[in-house]
């Protein structure tokens, strides 16, 4: 018997708005972007309503399941990467509040449910060509509380950054951000509910 909710004990971020001095990146981290009760609200949504599925990649000489489920949307004749046109309503505002923000405009966007610790990603930029000459992405946690780290590709001696992305944080990632950093999310032995985040992108029209 469920005796709680998963939302009783997820985590707002407390930090406010945070602009990261680091060299060739753009970061900026916004805790409690969305309020408690909001993101309740898309978590749940999200989680049950959203067609979850698995996704391939390639890892050196073979095809591995990504330890993620994924789930794609874009407007129409944006991408082919299995996106899918009919935006839910709570996508729409989420990506609204998102543009306002940023004073961006976003045509696609990747949903990631991370199950649990067993679920991350590995060290990585993102490869998805970008409508414009920076690849700018904008990201929305909604669930438990998992590491963000970014390592710079080549200045070595440059410390890696970790960010505890909460329950309702937002992070811009823009400019050369993608071009210069690598991210990841670690798994984690530890017992963890859900995760779900949002990148919303400007795909190319020959995606």
Do not use: C
């Amino acid at each position: 018997m469920t005796l709680f909710n998963d939302t009783e004990i997820f985590a707002s971020g407390t930090g406010g708005k945070r602009i990261f001095d680091a060299p060739d990146a753009d970061l900026i981290l916004i805790d409690n972007f969305f309020s408690k009760e909001e993101s309740d609200v898309y978590y749940n949504t999200l989680l049950h309503q959203t067609t979850w599925r698995k996704y391939d990649m390639p890892m050196y000489d073979k095809v591995v399941t990504a330890p993620r489920m994924v789930s794609w949307y874009g407007d129409t004749n944006r991408s082919s990467r299995k996106s899918n046109p009919n935006w839910p309503a709570e996508l729409l505002a989420i990506r609204e509040k998102v543009e306002n923000e940023t004073q961006m405009k976003f045509n696609a966007v990747l949903l990631n449910l991370y199950r649990n610790g067993n679920d991350g990603v590995s060290w990585h930029s993102d490869k998805t060509a970008s409508s414009n000459k920076d690849m700018n992405i904008a990201s929305v946690t909604f669930g438990e509380t998992r590491m963000f780290r970014l390592r710079h590709k080549f200045l070595k001696h440059i410390p890696q950054i970790e960010i505890p992305l909460h329950h309702g944080t937002f992070l811009l990632m823009a400019g050369s951000t993608n071009t210069y950093w690598e991210h990841q999310v670690p798994k984690t032995a530890r017992d963890v509910l859900p995760r779900i985040n949002l990148t919303f992108r400007q795909i190319s029209a020959q995606q």
